[in-house]
């Protein structure tokens, strides 16, 4: 018998969205084999592809499933974060006892059937996907930052557990790739940040440490009412540098990965200095326009990466 948590979740409105509306689905997801709950992952990662990188299709084939079933579980985690409308905080000890059960038990939910397989495939540790839950009970109680390592710590939780987490797929364990991933996972959540200063304040929330806003002498009042003062632009200038240091201090994990996944971190990292560098060209007004890679800048990063990693022969 499915439990009222369970029943909750499945039936929110970006749930249906997301998975088959079946009575299979929906009344009696244990009759699933894991076969099809990795279907539905796969479902679920193509039809929200924004936040898989365009050369995923790059991904080696007998892993492609697992890199599914991660992100259904990094997108559903934050759709109850997010978007759940009732006890996102109820909701989210939910889903942290059904990834308690992939590891000590038997998930009842779809995408976590899956996960539980790829876990017990590359033998991946608990502590990345417990701090992707811990970062969005965060989200229900935190609006303000005062200071970076307030931030930084954050997005220890938010962003560097899914590089981490894409390592064990890939086989690399070590301290020293890991460190370099928390470097690009972590500029590529502030480069996400300041796109979307003022998406993110409509919903109540300023990621901007609170620290620099008075050292650059920017208020809260000031970005209520969207003003680009002299001081807001020195604001997001230093923000745009800290986020391209810890970008290039990632690079160098590209030399120490295989071609195919060589090729993804150094677009994640590309992608992301692009939309730095178009915050640079609106001259750091984010408030007016939210800056983006454009789709041929992509394209161009795609062919320009692979003919300076010289895989085009090998693709």
């Not at 905080?89 to 397989?117: I, K, V």
């Not at 109680?141 to 970076?148: A, E, L, S």
């Amino acid at each position: 018998m499915l439990t009222s948590a369970y029943k909750s979740v499945m039936m929110t409105r970006f749930q249906y969205d997301n998975l088959v509306e079946t009575p299979t689905m929906v009344g009696a997801p244990d009759r699933l084999s894991v076969d099809q709950s990795y279907v539905l992952c796969e479902r679920l990662a193509k039809t929200h592809y924004e936040n898989f990188s365009i050369a995923s299709f790059l991904l080696p084939q007998d892993k492609r499933r697992h890199f599914y079933a991660i992100y259904a579980f990094c997108r559903f985690v934050d759709d109850l974060g997010d978007e759940f409308d009732g006890d996102r905080l109820g909701a989210l000890d939910y889903w942290q006892n059904e990834t308690e059960a992939c590891f000590f038990g038997e998930p009842s939910h779809p995408y976590m059937m899956a996960l539980r397989d790829t876990i017990h495939s590359f033998d991946i540790p608990k502590e990345p996907l417990l701090n992707l839950i811990e970062a969005n009970r965060m989200d229900q109680t935190i609006m303000r930052y005062p200071t970076y390592q307030d931030l930084e710590h954050y997005c220890r939780h938010s962003a560097n557990p899914v590089g981490r987490l894409v390592l064990y797929v890939c086989g690399y364990r070590d301290e020293e790739r890991q460190r370099l991933s928390d470097y690009t996972c972590t500029a590529l959540q502030l480069t996400n940040f300041w796109q979307d200063v003022s998406r993110d304040y409509a919903k109540g929330r300023i990621y901007i440490p609170l620290e620099d806003m008075e050292t650059f002498d920017y208020t809260e009042e000031e970005l209520a009412r969207h003003e680009v003062t002299d001081g807001f632009r020195q604001l997001m200038r230093f923000q745009v540098e800290r986020a391209r240091d810890l970008f290039e201090k990632g690079l160098p994990l590209v030399d120490l990965v295989d071609d195919r996944l060589k090729l993804d971190i150094a677009l994640f990292s590309k992608g992301g200095m692009s939309v730095l560098d178009s915050i640079e060209r609106q001259n750091y007004d984010v408030l007016g326009k939210r800056p983006v890679a454009g789709k041929g800048k992509k394209m161009y990063l795609l062919l320009s990466t692979l003919l300076k990693l010289k895989l085009l022969n090998r693709v």
